[in-house]
């Protein structure tokens, strides 16, 4: 897409999608609907979940990782 086709969400816009079982993160300044990509994510639903609403970019760009609360020892790293 061009950054002209690009729509535009207030905060309000993004609450009401995520109200309403959306499954909306962000990536810096792009709101991104992952619904549907929980089975094809390599951390699969859990990371998906439990990110909702927050912006993964700090995932992307790396230095970050998740635990996961019943299995402590195992470490969901996104990049090296």
Do not use: C, W
């Not at 816009?13 to 993160?25: L, R, S, T, W, Y």
């Not at 390599?42 to 760009?61: E, H, W």
């Amino acid at each position: 897409l061009l950054e002209n086709e690009l729509k535009g969400y207030s905060i309000e816009d993004v609450q009401a999608k995520i109200d309403n079982h959306g499954k909306i993160v962000t990536f810096e300044n792009l709101v991104v609907d992952l619904k549907g990509y929980e089975k094809l994510h390599p951390g699969g639903r859990f990371l998906i979940d439990s990110n909702i609403g927050t912006d993964v970019a700090k995932y992307i760009y790396g230095g970050y990782y998740m635990i996961i609360p019943r299995h402590k020892s195992k470490l969901f790293m996104h990049s090296p």
